[in-house]
């Protein structure tokens, strides 16, 4: 067993554990909810599948993705570079998201916050994921020009690291029982 999989283990058995710990703590008096009576037993079914759509694994799945579409695209970046298409592509990209990036931080954008500045706004919230899924876009619309099919670029990352997503899920599944318990 590799450590990948040691530490997939190792979270899986915290995962287990965690509504007998939060029993038996309950019962010896530290204040901290029970998973496993009436209350926390209705919060795990209500809540268990809000693991999948958590910014953990959203996060992975990102990277996973980025990982794959820049290994079957732009490496090597010695011979990307001095590939023109790979600059005609760029060209289009950076005014591309600089339009959107200017467009929103106009005065009046509905991606401002509230008072009208970046502080808080939906645009900082989901910059992040905004320039991970346009990047993913670009290297997409360029291996696509070198023949590459999308699926392959898409999924290189995942199946390179098929422990990742359900390491995610598990670990963000601990999480939520950790801050139920704390609550």
Same mark, same amino acid.
């Given at each position: 067993m590799n450590n990948k999989e040691r530490a997939f283990v190792i979270a899986? !058995? #915290? =995962?287990?554990?965690l509504p007998f710990v939060s029993w038996v703590?309950?019962?010896?008096?530290v204040p901290c909810r029970s998973i496993l009576?009436?209350?926390?037993?209705?919060?795990?079914?209500?809540?268990t599948s809000d693991c999948?759509?958590?910014?953990? #694994?959203?996060? =992975?799945?990102?990277?996973?993705? *980025?990982?794959? #579409? !820049?290994?079957k695209t732009l490496l090597p970046l010695g011979k990307t570079f001095r590939?023109?298409?790979?600059?005609?592509?760029? =060209?289009?990209?950076?005014?591309?998201?600089?339009?959107?990036?200017?467009?929103?931080i106009a005065p009046d954008?509905?991606?401002?916050?509230?008072?009208?500045?970046? =502080?808080?706004?939906?645009?900082?919230?989901g910059l992040l994921f905004l320039g991970w899924f346009s990047f993913i876009v670009?290297?997409?619309?360029?291996?696509?020009?070198?023949?590459?099919?999308?699926?392959? *670029?898409?999924?290189h990352g995942i199946r390179s690291h098929s422990l990742a997503i359900p390491f995610a899920i598990v670990v963000s599944f601990c999480w939520q029982c950790?801050?139920?318990?704390?609550?």
């Open positions: 899986l !058995i #915290v =995962a287990a554990l703590l309950s019962a010896l008096g009576d009436d209350e926390g037993l209705r919060w795990l079914f209500r809540h999948l759509h958590s910014r953990l #694994v959203m996060f =992975a799945l990102c990277c996973l993705m *980025m990982q794959g #579409v !820049i290994k590939d023109p298409c790979f600059w005609r592509y760029t =060209a289009v990209y950076a005014v591309v998201f600089l339009t959107i990036i200017f467009a929103a954008s509905p991606l401002l916050s509230i008072t009208g500045g970046l =502080a808080g706004s939906p645009l900082l919230d670009f290297c997409l619309c360029y291996g696509h020009s070198k023949r590459e099919p999308w699926w392959e *670029m898409l999924t950790i801050q139920y318990m704390s609550l």
